[in-house]
């Protein structure tokens, strides 16, 4: 009878184990993407600097016919090496989460500049939530602040710990301001950078306040199945 007793005790308690082991896989399967968010720093030259001559149009147009974003693009050859450095340093990251031989697209520059007050509800660079779906929504961006940047100046804002079921709808139709959940902001010193992933975690660009600016240096990072960009083994293995 003991030994009946202590078997059905077993089974109940391997019975409870399984049903824990599959609410938790179903939770986990329920997300995309687990989100990346890894802060770090980089060592820029001093001469790294949004260059206003090689910017063009960003965004959508003002109902005053304004743009209030630009960006240029730059070539693997034209980063500055502590930017591939980092790039170096964050590949086993990248690969662990966009596999083997994924490719890099060209790198961005961009301005964000204050918007009067009566186009403020406008989407113009991007300050709704969204994720950034290209094929999919599987791509990373490193992030790198072009001068010291705070609140005043319209940072970079996420989603911390993003509850996809409840977000993913209203962040899809790309018309909510306001997702009401914890979030936190990219503001720092020149030179902090961001491994985000943009793909598969809500966020938007901040506004600056009126009279200021935000420049921002990005990367993107792609599966090879897409082929947007160029082979990281190949890029990685040059100076």
């Not at 030994?3 to 599959?22: D, H, M, N, T, W």
């Not at 902001?185 to 902090?192: I, S, V």
């Amino acid at each position: 009878m003991a030994a009946l007793k202590s078997q059905l005790v077993g089974i109940r308690s391997r019975i409870l184990e399984l049903s824990y082991r599959f609410a938790h896989a179903s939770k986990v399967f329920s997300k995309r993407f687990f989100t990346l968010a890894i802060p770090g720093h980089v060592q820029l030259d001093e001469s790294f600097v949004f260059e206003v001559p090689r910017a063009k149009d960003r965004g959508a147009k003002a109902p005053d016919g304004k743009y209030y974003s630009k960006y240029y693009n730059l070539q693997w050859k034209e980063l500055p090496a502590g930017i591939k450095d980092a790039i170096r340093k964050y590949d086993s990251v990248i690969r662990m989460y966009l596999g083997d031989d994924y490719l890099i697209n060209d790198g961005l520059i961009w301005r964000n500049m204050s918007i009067p007050p009566e186009f403020k509800g406008n989407e113009l660079f991007s300050q709704y939530w969204h994720y950034d779906k290209v094929v999919d929504f599987r791509n990373i961006q490193l992030f790198v602040l072009l001068h010291d940047t705070t609140e005043d100046d319209g940072p970079f804002e996420y989603v911390v710990e993003p509850d996809e079921h409840n977000l993913m709808p209203s962040v899809l139709k790309r018309t909510n301001m306001d997702v009401g959940v914890k979030t936190a902001k990219l503001t720092g010193k020149r030179g902090d950078c961001f491994l985000f992933s943009t793909g598969s975690t809500p966020h938007r660009a901040g506004v600056p306040a009126e009279g200021r600016h935000r420049d921002i240096f990005s990367i993107a990072f792609f599966p090879a199945y897409t082929k947007i960009g160029t082979s990281s083994k190949a890029l990685l293995s040059q100076s």
